[in-house]
């Protein structure tokens, strides 16, 4: 349960967080961020060392994420590239609200011209 105080409270933070991605955005059109800290885990990983502290692999593969989905700005993620090891690497791009339409067009574009969708990370 949640108190009314803590839920404004929380309001009022989302609102805080979401004018500051706003500004970021008032000079450009797209952000171009990490979309993990960490490599594509393995299905059976349940943690992951980030930052010299043991991490609940859940909490580590949102961590870049959750604060676009916590503003309800528009996300997208695009293949960018494999670790050493051939993991996958992803990168999220970012755009104002109701600026979907470039946030895709901004995706497809390097899709197209970065060219990782048509690679595979070798099976082991």
């Known amino acids: 349960l949640i108190s009314a105080t803590d839920y404004i409270n929380a309001q009022q933070a989302r609102w805080h967080i979401r004018q500051q991605i706003l500004e970021a955005l008032e000079e450009i059109d797209v ?14 990983e349940a943690t992951v060392q980030l930052g010299g502290s043991v991490v609940d692999i859940r909490n580590a593969l949102t961590r870049y994420t959750g604060l676009f989905n916590l503003s309800g700005l528009p996300a997208i993620s695009v293949p960018c590239g494999f670790t050493s090891q051939g993991l996958p690497v992803g990168m999220q791009l970012v755009a104002r ?8 067009r901004a995706a497809h574009a390097y899709e197209q011209v970065a060219g990782w969708w048509k690679r595979r990370p070798p099976l082991d």
């Open 97 to 104: 609200p109701l600026a979907e339409a470039t946030l895709l």
């Open 31 to 44: 952000l171009a961020l990490p979309m993990m800290p960490v490599p594509a885990p393995r299905i059976d």
